[in-house]
Structures are given as structure tokens and as C-alpha cells.
């Protein structure tokens, strides 16, 4: 049986080891941190073997996933590498590259990386993953299985790493079913009914374009009839400058994962 050891057990921890549970896995899990409550909850909730010694996690890992904030990743990183022996790593600290990495590792970690998505706790996930040159093809399929086991996943370029981490968080769309609930409820529905009719329009509408059959620009003009309500109003939230704000939010992300990779 595998082990795989979770370095640090904050949220993004949670939902994969929920999303790992979900499929079945059959790994054996430990989590190590430093706030003892979160491994006891993670134990409690989805069987994960606490470990409050790193290099005690460290030594019986199989895989390490390297799950804690990016500004303490180089701090971790250089006292995990005191075990004396090889190990295969995934970060999944947003923004912080490669290169960073192995500076601060040295030779003793294979890298990858990865960009899970907290919608993974339901096997829903979306992850993006990204290899060194180097990494052997075995290597690869074990990081490649282990984030499959909860959702769909790609492999893009580092280089489009942050593009892609500032675009896929599934928050975009929470804030999005937030905003467009709320404004429901201020022309005359009540908070229940104004969520689900503003879930309809965003999951439901999203499912139905991932289905395949026809284009976005199908949809959108299925959806939103010249001169109806549904294109009155969308063409009242571009004007509201809807278009400008989302890129400006973006821009603004890339600018914060570009600030991690200078640590």
C-alpha cells in the first residue's frame, strides 16, 4: 500500500483527502502540521494517520504533497530535506515555480507541481499539473493518478501556471452566484428562491455548455433573445463595464502569484 503525506492540513488538504475518500482510494494517508486540532479533525473526518514529527511524515512517504502556504514553502522545504534519502514532491502552493523549488531542496526532491481545485471534494475537481523535463514517465503516472482520483485533470506549461491558477478558482463562481442572488433579492425574491434561480442560471448553464453539443456562442444566443429580458439585461451588465472588472480582478491575481514566485 502507498502512503501519501500531506504537509500541512488546511483547506485545500481537507477537500483532496475528502475527494480521495469519495473515490476510494486505497493509499494510506498521513497528514503532518503544526496546529495539532487540524490533523485530529482530518484523522476524525477522512482517517488520515496524524503525524506531528516531519521528518517522521517525511521518511514514510511514498508521494509528499506540499500544502501550506507559499510563504512558508522554502522554510518547510528545507527541513524536510534532511530525511537522508530521495523523495517524490507535488507543491501545491499557488505561485511559487519550479525553480524555486529545487533551489530549495537541492537534488534530494523529484518535483512536480499541481493546482487542485477545493471543488475536488466532491470528485468534481479540475487540476492542473506541471513536470520537470526530468521526471520519469513512473513518476509522472503516480502524480497523474493521485489527483484523478478526484476530478478531471490537465497537463499545461509552467509558464501558464499562474494564468491558470488566477482563472480556474472555483471562487469566480461562488462570487458570481453571491452577487447575482443578492441583487435577486433586492428586486422583490426571497433569499431561497433568489439562490436557486441564480444557481440555474450559472451551474445549470455551464452543464449544459459542457455537455458538448453546441458552441458558447450557440447558447448565449439561444439564452438571450434580441430585444427579450435576458439580452436587455446582459447587455445593461457589460455596460456596467462587466468585462473590464473580471479582467481587472485577473490582472490583480496574477500580479499576487507573480509576487510568490519572487518569495
Not at 456596467?240 to 500580479?255: F, Q, S
Request: hydrophobic share 45%.
Amino acid at each position: 500500500m502507498k502512503t501519501v503525506v500531506f504537509l500541512g492540513g488546511g483547506r485545500i488538504t481537507s477537500a483532496m483527502l475528502a475527494g480521495l475518500r469519495l473515490s476510494r482510494s486505497e493509499e494510506r494517508f498521513i497528514v503532518h502540521d503544526r496546529n495539532a486540532a487540524k490533523m485530529r479533525r482530518l484523522q476524525r473526518l477522512y482517517r488520515a494517520i496524524p503525524e506531528g514529527n516531519l521528518h517522521r511524515a517525511v521518511e514514510h512517504s511514498d508521494l509528499l504533497i506540499v500544502a501550506v502556504r507559499p510563504d512558508s514553502v522554502q522554510a518547510l522545504v528545507s527541513e524536510m530535506v534532511e530525511v537522508a534519502r530521495p523523495l517524490l514532491a507535488v507543491s501545491v502552493a499557488a505561485g511559487v515555480p519550479l525553480r524555486v523549488l529545487r533551489r530549495a531542496a537541492g537534488t534530494a526532491v523529484r518535483w512536480a507541481r499541481a493546482m487542485p481545485s477545493p471543488v475536488c471534494r466532491s470528485g468534481n475537481g479540475l487540476t492542473a499539473i506541471t513536470f520537470p523535463r526530468t521526471l520519469s514517465l513512473r513518476d509522472r503516472r503516480q502524480v497523474r493518478d493521485l489527483f484523478s482520483a478526484f476530478g478531471h485533470v490537465i497537463e499545461i506549461p509552467e509558464r501558464k501556471f499562474d494564468a491558470f491558477t488566477v482563472t480556474y478558482s472555483s471562487s469566480h463562481g461562488y462570487h458570481a452566484l453571491a452577487s447575482l442572488a443578492k441583487a435577486a433579492q433586492e428586486i422583490g425574491l426571497d433569499r431561497h428562491t433568489a439562490l436557486l434561480a441564480a444557481a440555474h442560471a450559472l451551474a445549470d448553464g455551464i452543464a449544459g455548455w459542457r455537455e458538448g453539443k453546441h458552441s458558447l456562442k450557440f447558447l448565449l444566443e439561444e439564452a438571450a433573445t434580441p430585444g427579450g429580458i435576458a439580452a436587455t439585461a446582459m447587455t445593461a451588465v457589460d455596460a456596467a463595464g462587466y468585462a473590464r472588472a473580471v479582467r481587472t480582478g485577473l490582472h490583480a491575481g496574477l500580479r499576487r502569484a507573480r509576487a510568490n514566485a519572487r518569495g
